[in-house]
């Protein structure tokens, strides 16, 4: 939801609070990403490797993070989620579909975050980005993912194939 709304469409939304739902994201976005910090510092604590060019950071944002394990949440939380979210270079957001984690630092993102963003846009994560982190398991996955993309693509290239193969002119179905 962070990346389709906005401040003008959202503000206020499904509440009479001034926060709206931004709030609650930034509280969630928060969790999500000191899970990620303490599920770093398991992986490693369990013989992981790390590797790329935010490692260092990334080694420190795991360093002293609380794991969040269900507890109840106070009104105060969100302030304290938007200093969290806030700490520039040392937040850790998970992005399973590019197979790595974010340690995100605005000024050296290349998936071009709005000025003031403290999240990076997960969907334009770009090879190259000084952000970058890998453990293990992301090594792990790509096997896994390339047969699937190699099964879609030759199942693409058999319905051109197939096309080639059948296709008429408009006069030859007349």
């Given at each position: 939801?962070?990346?389709?709304?906005?401040?003008?469409?959202?503000?206020?939304?499904?509440?009479?609070?001034?926060?709206?739902?931004?709030?609650?994201?930034?509280?969630?976005?928060?969790?999500?990403?000191?899970?990620?910090?303490?599920?770093?510092?398991?992986?490693?604590?369990?013989?992981?490797?790390?590797?790329?060019?935010?490692?260092?950071?990334?080694?420190?944002?795991?360093?002293?993070?609380?794991?969040?394990?269900?507890?109840?949440v106070?009104?105060?939380?969100?302030?304290?989620?938007?200093?969290?979210?806030?700490?520039?270079?040392?937040?850790l957001?998970?992005?399973?579909?590019?197979?790595?984690?974010?340690?995100?630092?605005?000024?050296?993102?290349?998936?071009?975050?709005d000025?003031?963003?403290?999240?990076?846009?997960?969907?334009?994560?770009?090879?190259?980005?000084?952000?970058?982190?890998?453990?293990?398991?992301?090594?792990?996955?790509?096997?896994?993912?390339?047969?699937?993309?190699?099964?879609?693509?030759?199942?693409?290239?058999a319905?051109?194939?197939?096309?080639?193969?059948?296709?008429?002119?408009?006069?030859?179905?007349?």
């Open positions: 939801m962070r990346t389709v709304l906005d401040a003008r469409t959202s503000t206020g939304y499904g509440t009479r609070s001034r926060g709206g739902i931004h709030t609650v994201l930034d509280v969630e976005t928060a969790l999500a990403a000191a899970d990620t910090a303490a599920r770093l510092r398991d992986q490693l604590a369990a013989g992981e490797r790390i590797s790329g060019p935010a490692a260092q950071r990334a080694l420190t944002a795991a360093a002293d993070v609380p794991r969040f394990e269900g507890r109840i106070p009104r105060t939380f969100a302030a304290k989620a938007r200093a969290y979210l806030a700490r520039d270079g040392i937040v957001f998970d992005n399973p579909d590019a197979l790595l984690i974010c340690a995100f630092k605005r000024d050296t993102a290349l998936c071009e975050p000025p003031g963003a403290n999240t990076p846009r997960q969907y334009d994560c770009r090879p190259g980005c000084a952000n970058t982190v890998r453990i293990d398991t992301h090594a792990r996955l790509p096997p896994p993912v390339g047969r699937r993309l190699r099964t879609n693509a030759d199942r693409l290239r319905a051109a194939n197939t096309h080639d193969s059948t296709a008429q002119t408009a006069e030859a179905l007349r």
